[in-house]
Nanobody, 124 residues
C-alpha cells in the first residue's frame, strides 16, 4: 500500500517560517515527480510547487516564488517544502502528491498518489 504522510504544519504568526515534510512508503518515488498542493478554506485545491525526479526542475505558483522552496531526498523517499515569510493567504491544508510522470507537473490530474494533508494556520 502506497502512503504519503505529511508533517510539519501548525499555527504560526505572519512572517514566520515552517518546513513541511512528506514521507512516502510502499513505492519508490525516485523516478517520479512530486508536488505540493494546498486547499484554503472554502476554495479548490491549488498547485503550490513541484519537482521532477532528478530535482533539476522546480515550479512554483507565482504567489510563493522567492518564499517557498521545494526539495526532495530520494534516499529517504521524502519531499519537503520550506515556507518563509508566511502570510494569511498561505493558510490552508497542504497536501503532498506523487506524480504519474518523472517531470514536474502543475495539475492535480498529473498526480495519482496523495497524502491526507497537514494544516497550516497563519495569524496576521
Amino acid at each position: 500500500q502506497v502512503r504519503l504522510v505529511e508533517s510539519g504544519g501548525g499555527f504560526v504568526q505572519a512572517g514566520d517560517s515552517l518546513r513541511l515534510s512528506c514521507l512516502a512508503s510502499g513505492r519508490n518515488f525516485s523516478g517520479y515527480g512530486m508536488g505540493w498542493f494546498r486547499q484554503p478554506p472554502g476554495k479548490e485545491r491549488e498547485f503550490v510547487a513541484a519537482i521532477d525526479s532528478s530535482a533539476s526542475s522546480t515550479y512554483y505558483r507565482d504567489s510563493v516564488k522567492g518564499r517557498f522552496t521545494i526539495s526532495r531526498d530520494t534516499a529517504k523517499n521524502s519531499l519537503y517544502l520550506q515556507m518563509n515569510h508566511l502570510n494569511s493567504d498561505d493558510a490552508a491544508v497542504y497536501f503532498c502528491a506523487g506524480a504519474r510522470y518523472s517531470s514536474a507537473r502543475r495539475t492535480t490530474e498529473s498526480y495519482n498518489y496523495w497524502g491526507q494533508g497537514t494544516q497550516v494556520t497563519v495569524s496576521s
